[in-house]
DNA sequence: ATGGCAGAAGCATTCTGA
C-alpha cells in the first residue's frame, strides 16, 4: 500500500501535476497540504474520476488539507475535534485548517499542515508551537485508543542537521531551533518513527527547495515533509521515497511528494472497534 | 543585513509562506 504525502502549494494551480503524479504512481493514499481553497471550490472531480474518494478541509488563500484515497475514508475528523467540547473558543483548534484525520485500512491516518513560524521572535513563532502541543495531546488521545498511526505532511522542521544543506547557516533559526525539534519530538515521543530515516541515515536528501535564488537547481534544500509511522507498522514498511522529480516540472510546488510503501497483508483488521470501521482488502 | 520567488485576492499592492 502507498501512502504519501505532499504540500502542492494551492491545488488549482497544481492540478495538472497532481494528476499527472497520481497516474504515474498510483497511490493508494495521498495527503494533500496547501490546497488554499474552499471546500466548495475544491477540484473534487478530477480524482473521482480516477476513481479516488476525497475528503477536504480548506480555507480561503491559506492553509487547508485534503485526504485522498482509493478506499473511502472512515472516522473523518477535521481539526484538533478533542478540544472542541471544552474549548469552543481556541483559535489553535477551530481557526486554521490545518489537520484531517481518518480511519483508512486499519490505519489512522493523521495529515497535518504545521505552521511555518516566521521567525523565532514571531508571535507566529509562539502559534507554532503551541499547535505542536495541541498535536501531541491529540496523539496521546490516538494512543489511548490502541491504533496505528500514520502521521505525514509539512512539519516544517528539520528533525536534524542532516536535513538541511548548510545546517551551519541555519542553525538555531526557524524550522531548525531545538524549541522546535524538543516541541516535534514530544509529539512523536517514543512511539513514532521517522519513516525515511529507517532506510537513509545520510545527508543530502529533501523535500523543500526555496523558490528564490536557485534552491532547486543548486539542490539547496531541506527535509521538512514526514512520514511518522507506528511502531508496529515499521517491520511492515517496505520504502521511503522522495520522489523530487515533480520539483523540477514548470511551476512547481516549491515541496516534493514524499511516500511510503506498507506491507497491508498482515495488519490486523480488528484493530478498530467501530463496526463501520471494517473495510475490504 | 537584505532580498530574492510564488500564490491568492483582486486590479495595485499587500499578506503569507519557508
Keep these: 500500500m502507498l501512502i504519501a504525502t505532499w504540500n502542492v502549494n494551492s491545488i488549482r494551480t497544481r492540478l495538472?501535476?497532481?494528476?499527472?503524479?497520481?497516474?504515474?504512481?498510483?497511490?493508494?493514499?495521498?495527503?494533500?497540504?496547501?490546497?488554499?481553497?474552499?471546500?466548495?471550490?475544491?477540484?473534487?472531480?478530477?480524482?473521482?474520476?480516477?476513481?479516488?474518494?476525497?475528503?477536504?478541509?480548506?480555507?480561503?488563500?491559506?492553509?487547508?488539507?485534503?485526504?485522498?484515497?482509493?478506499?473511502?475514508?472512515?472516522?473523518?475528523?477535521?481539526?484538533?475535534?478533542?478540544?472542541?467540547?471544552?474549548?469552543?473558543?481556541?483559535?489553535?483548534?477551530?481557526?486554521?485548517?490545518?489537520?484531517?484525520?481518518?480511519?483508512?485500512?486499519?490505519?489512522?491516518?493523521?495529515?497535518?499542515?504545521?505552521?511555518?513560524g516566521s521567525s523565532l521572535e514571531s508571535d507566529k513563532f509562539e502559534y507554532k508551537i503551541n499547535w505542536l502541543n495541541c498535536l501531541a495531546s491529540f496523539l496521546d488521545e490516538q494512543e489511548k485508543k490502541g491504533e496505528l498511526i500514520c502521521l505525514m505532511g509539512d512539519f516544517n522542521i528539520a528533525p536534524s542537521d542532516l536535513d538541511i544543506h548548510d545546517p551551519k547557516k541555519y542553525e538555531g533559526g526557524i524550522m531548525a531551533s531545538d524549541i522546535e525539534r524538543n516541541a516535534l519530538n514530544n509529539v512523536l515521543k517514543e512511539r513514532l518513527i521517522d519513516s525515511f530515516r529507517i532506510f537513509e541515515k545520510n545527508t543530502g536528501h529533501w523535500s523543500w527547495w526555496d523558490y528564490r535564488n536557485n534552491a532547486y537547481e543548486l539542490n539547496k534544500g531541506w527535509r521538512i515533509d514526514h512520514i511518522y509511522i507506528s511502531k508496529e507498522l515499521s517491520s511492515k514498511l517496505k520504502s521511503c521515497v522522495i520522489d523530487s522529480t515533480p520539483r523540477g516540472d514548470l511551476r512547481p510546488s516549491d515541496h516534493a511528494p514524499v511516500m511510503i510503501d506498507i506491507n497491508l497483508s498482515d495488519i490486523n483488521v480488528d484493530f478498530f472497534d467501530d463496526e463501520d470501521d471494517f473495510f475490504e482488502i
Aim: aromatic share 12%; charged share 25%; with cysteine.
Design 16 to 116: 495538472l501535476q497532481v494528476i499527472d503524479w497520481i497516474n504515474h504512481v498510483n497511490p493508494d493514499i495521498l495527503c494533500l497540504q496547501e490546497t488554499k481553497v474552499m471546500d466548495d471550490s475544491f477540484p473534487f472531480e478530477p480524482f473521482k474520476k480516477l476513481g479516488y474518494s476525497v475528503e477536504v478541509f480548506g480555507q480561503k488563500s491559506y492553509n487547508g488539507v485534503a485526504i485522498i484515497s482509493k478506499v473511502k475514508a472512515n472516522n473523518i475528523k477535521k481539526g484538533f475535534y478533542h478540544f472542541n467540547e471544552f474549548d469552543q473558543n481556541n483559535e489553535i483548534s477551530l481557526d486554521q485548517k490545518r489537520l484531517i484525520s481518518a480511519d483508512i485500512n486499519g490505519i489512522k491516518i493523521i495529515n497535518v499542515y504545521v505552521p511555518n
